[in-house]
């Protein structure tokens, strides 16, 4: 069963916009990461998140955390057509050596 | 794609054929992923392996099976195809969490379609 769902399922913006995408998990969790997909290829890891921290940045991406809501989201800051993409979730529960993906939001970037 | 390839990148079986796909590393990782892909559902696991020989079930196993006898080699399986196999199916490595905390790297996939 999914652990994690995103929201919204799609995203239509501007080039120059901010995207902000969220995840709901349902279980207590180790970490959650952030992973892209372009159209036609394996994902990509973004950015992992533990369950102490609450707020992550890497370049133009920031997640946040919030472990009593059971969320994440991540915001990507003046997006660009290369942005276009999905964005996945992924948690890590305990020692699992497993991660458990969300279906992913679609990201459309308009230049 | 981190030193990870998949064969085929892509095959037509018909139903009933048993189907092999090969996931190949050379990051010398310890843990090994199948995942298919379907429109609706993301991503969802079908086996995993935490060693040469050491190979667990995901959450789609049924109809699979898997085989390491090599650190770098994960062979996926499908006995005798069906339809609902049709799918995009996605190897992934990892390390353990004293390495990366199980941050996974993909390779670029393989579309089987059963007719």
């Known amino acids: 069963s999914q652990q994690g769902e995103e929201d919204p399922q799609a995203l239509s913006i501007q080039e120059g916009e901010n995207a902000t995408m969220n995840c709901s998990y349902k279980?207590?969790?180790?970490?959650l990461q952030w992973y892209r997909q372009n159209s036609g290829r394996g994902l990509v890891h973004l950015i992992l998140i533990r369950s102490n921290e609450r707020e992550k940045h890497s370049g133009r991406l920031r997640v946040t955390l919030d472990t009593s809501k059971k969320s994440s989201s991540l915001l990507i800051t003046a997006s660009r057509a290369a942005d276009t993409a999905s964005y996945f979730c992924?948690?890590?529960?305990?020692?699992?050596?497993?991660?458990?993906f969300g279906k992913g939001t679609k990201l459309t970037v308009n230049p | 794609d981190a030193g990870i390839t998949q064969s085929p990148r892509h095959k037509v079986t018909e139903t009933g054929t048993p189907v092999t796909l090969r996931c190949h590393q050379t990051?010398?990782?310890?843990?090994m992923y199948w995942y298919r892909q379907d429109p609706g559902h993301g991503l969802r696991l079908i086996h995993y392996?935490?060693?040469?020989?050491?190979?667990d079930k995901g959450e789609v196993s049924d109809g699979y099976s898997v085989s390491r006898s090599k650190t770098e080699d994960f062979l996926l399986t499908l006995e005798s195809a069906t339809s609902s196999q049709t799918s995009v199916y996605f190897c992934a490595i990892s390390e353990s969490e004293q390495v990366s905390s199980y941050e996974q790297y993909f390779g670029p996939g393989t579309r089987l379609t059963v007719t």
């Open positions: 992924a948690t890590r529960q305990g020692g699992s050596e497993k991660l458990v």
């Open positions: 990051e010398n990782h310890r843990y």
């Open positions: 279980t207590s969790i180790n970490n």
């Open positions: 392996s935490y060693g040469v020989k050491d190979t």
